[in-house]
């Protein structure tokens, strides 16, 4: 009888202290603790998260692990997924405005485009937040020729009226420092997803007619590059 009432104290105490050891304040988190995963909303304007700076990845390690690599899971990144990328890929990492990826003469003449199914996106990286273009699924217009079935593509595309005048008056000259400046992003955002383990791959190939339309291009507008990205199949 003793043994059995000291047995079912030992265990109401136990059951109290895993409580107590359960109830972590709000400002601590577990190190088991899955990451917030929120849908992306098919919104006229997406707020971003902010960025996940505490990725853990060596640089070396992401070097080694950076492919090309064309075949995506049907899984969708989450917002904060979203957030993170294009973050890395352009967005602002200094008080003066001033980017992740270098441009020629500070011009920042890249733009990224987010098509997804619900539409495309342009990505505003000073306001952090994306704004619908179209309503339009452009995927089959980013695959082009290619057989690609991914998520979402982030489309580069450089605006070389951002030139000064002096130089952008030389088409030939600024589109070529544009090609750079475009090989700079698709670069980080090979790096990124290389680091967070997401597939992705550097496409020239699209079709840019399609493209321009629907995205509405202004004649200073030219299409560069497409990273299609999503988890690895
Ligand atoms: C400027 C450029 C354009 C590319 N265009 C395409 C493309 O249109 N389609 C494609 O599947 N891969 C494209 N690639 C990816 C290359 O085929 C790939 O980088 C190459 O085979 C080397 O493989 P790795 O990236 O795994 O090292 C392109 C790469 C670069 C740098």
Redesign the pocket.
Known sequence: MKKSIMKTAASTLCAVAMTACAQVPSNQTEATDEKARTEIPADSIIKLTEPDKTLDVSLMQALSDR??Q?EFAEKQLSLEELSSLLWAANGVNREDGRRTAPSAVNSQDIDIYVCMASGAYLYDAKQSQLERITTEDLRPAVCGQ?QLVAPMFLVMVADLSRYPEGIASQRQVVEGLAKMDAGYVSGNIGLYCAAAQFAT?????MDKEALTKALNLKDSQILI?NNPVGYMK
């Open positions: 492919k090309s064309r290619q791959v550097p496409r020239a190939s590059l």
